[in-house]
């Protein structure tokens, strides 16, 4: 049984920052890749920030050179450091796990920045 748990979101103002978590717990491993998605109102789920197997990032051409995906193993927490918000990266950000038993996301946590 895996069980991701999502933080750190919220209300910023554009220019703003915000980390987002996900804590993961059970059987997580071997991992194919981890990331993060997020769906905007009326829009369909997009790729926000993935970690492959081989530890290769890639961003959304949107989000290059304002988040950052990291991934800190030893907590099996995944992070996406927002900077420079605008509002049009106001959605819900969702956590991603594939892994060898199945792929699973998190509840979804609320990003919403203010113009």
């Known amino acids: 049984q895996v069980q991701l748990v999502e933080s750190g979101g919220g209300l910023v103002q554009a220019g703003g920052s915000l980390r987002l978590s996900c804590a993961a717990s059970?059987?997580?491993?071997?991992?194919?890749?981890v990331g993060w998605y997020r769906r905007a109102p009326g829009k369909q789920r997009e790729v926000v920030a993935i970690?492959?197997?081989?530890?290769?990032?890639n961003y959304a051409d949107s989000v290059k050179g304002r988040f950052t995906i990291l991934r800190d193993n030893a907590k099996n927490t995944l992070y996406l450091q927002m900077n420079s918000l605008k509002p049009e990266d106001t959605a819900v950000y969702y956590c991603?796990?594939?892994?060898?038993?199945?792929?699973?996301w998190g509840q979804g946590t609320q990003v919403t920045v203010s113009s």
């Open positions: 991603n796990y594939n892994t060898l038993r199945g792929n699973y």
């Open positions: 059970g059987s997580i491993s071997p991992t194919y890749a």
């Open positions: 970690i492959t197997s081989g530890d290769t990032t």
